[in-house]
């Protein structure tokens, strides 16, 4: 039985795309495959596509591995054919042939390798965000695998190239105040921020949150805690992390990777004398509803008083905001998220309005929500289940107690 070595290049996909990223490997060294059956992913700038094997046989080689840059017409893998299944093989089968073809890959892949050694190194996502922020990716130095350039790379040089260039406007008679201490700190995070992010609005009947409420403020206010209606937003939260955890992560684009957060250690923007400030409540999902009110009532007393430290705006993994707490009519936001979270809540103020129930117009309390998401890692279809469920426990606040 005789065997022949066929090898499978990146075809021509259309569109004048010359180049793929090899997303994952469907069958592996060693791994039978049958004629027609996908091998391998490839992501280009119009698509994602599965590429099958043209011939039945066995993988023996993967020119590349995931997160890598194929190019068109160049080596992917090998597949090792066997006569035995009725193939006519593209070369007659003569130990000279064998020879002229081992010799020709050698040759194809050393080219390849000359190729992507001069060519710029960057997966099609990085090229299309270069292009829209105007970066000359030529002259970027890449951090990543065997000098791959990465969305970190993007974020440092338009870094550099902000502060090179101002877009600053000064007029005669200007007053200036340098941000220093916490807004300073703020403004900087708010600066590095380059998330792709959308927005998701929805609102929930609140007339058992405020019966609930009213029942437990009665007992706090024994302890002197005036019991509000964040600590039962935080409670919710906790809970529809443990149902969705991806909304309580970070993302390494560097890396390739998601991280997935055990804590739910929920940051909570709220007013200070050094201004809005963003402390971070930790450990939340081992906390009770009791506990998170008497944690979150420290928690604002420390910042009331002035008393909150850089220490404690750290290591937050998902955020909330209760725009509503600082007065005014606003029904709907698009909070910004802060790396390296991926996601953070806004929550209107309890506002009472007409809703229809069965054939009936009533007026019901209601609480409107503001979601923002990372939309590298969460779609619209897992945010709308997000804040579906969210939206039930604030409903139905008995599940969470």
């Known amino acids: 039985m005789v065997e022949e070595i066929y090898t499978f ?9 010359v180049e793929g990223e090899v997303v994952e490997w469907l069958k592996q060294e060693g791994d039978l495959v049958r004629q ?17 094997s043209p011939y039945p046989g066995k993988i023996q080689k993967q020119y ?48 390849v390798k000359a190729q992507n050694a001069k060519k710029i190194k960057a997966i099609p996502k990085v090229r299309h965000q270069a292009n829209e922020w ?16 990465t969305e970190s790379d993007l974020h440092h040089t338009l870094a550099k190239q902000k502060e090179g260039f101002s877009h600053t406007l000064h007029l005669e008679g200007d007053e200036e105040q340098q941000l220093v201490g916490i807004p300073g700190l703020m403004a900087k995070r708010m600066d590095e921020t380059h998330i792709p992010q959308f927005s998701y609005f929805e609102q929930a009947d609140a007339v058992r949150l405020i019966q609930l409420r009213q029942n437990i403020k009665e007992t706090a206010a024994e302890e002197g805690i005036n019991v509000s209606y964040m600590p039962f937003f935080i409670r919710a939260l906790s809970l529809t992390i443990k149902r969705y955890p991806k909304i309580n992560a970070s993302v390494d684009m560097q890396a390739g990777k998601m991280i997935f957060h055990k804590q739910h250690n929920i940051a909570i923007a709220m007013s200070s004398p050094q201004g809005l400030i ?50 005014g009519e606003g029904l709907w936001a698009t909070p910004m998220i802060v790396e390296p979270q991926v996601a953070i809540l806004g929550v209107a103020k309890i506002r009472k309005v007409p809703l229809v129930k069965g054939e009936q117009v009533v007026v019901r309390d209601v609480v409107p929500f503001s979601w923002s998401f990372d939309h590298r890692l969460i779609d619209g279809e897992l945010a709308a289940q997000v804040s579906h469920y969210y939206h039930d426990l604030i409903r139905d606040p008995g599940l969470f107690l």
């Open 9 to 17: 290049c990146l075809p021509d996909l259309g569109e004048g795309v």
């Open 36 to 52: 027609d059956e996908p091998v391998v992913v490839v992501m280009t700038d119009k698509a994602t596509v599965e590429l099958p």
């Open 64 to 111: 590349y591995k995931p997160g890598e840059i194929a190019i068109k017409d160049k080596p992917l893998y090998d597949i090792l054919l066997d006569s035995g299944n009725g193939l006519v093989a593209p070369e007659k089968k003569t130990k000279e042939s064998k020879h002229r073809k081992k010799q020709f890959k050698e040759e194809v892949f050393s080219d």
């Open 134 to 149: 105007k970066i000359d990716l030529s002259l970027i130095p890449g951090s990543g695998f065997d000098g791959r350039i």
């Open 278 to 327: 963003v402390p971070v409540l930790k450990g939340v999902e081992t906390l009770n509803m009791s506990e998170i009110i008497h944690a979150y009532e420290s928690m604002k007393s420390k910042s009331l008083a002035g008393k909150t430290s850089s220490a404690d705006m750290k290591e937050g993994t998902i955020s909330i905001s209760n725009f509503g707490a600082f007065g």
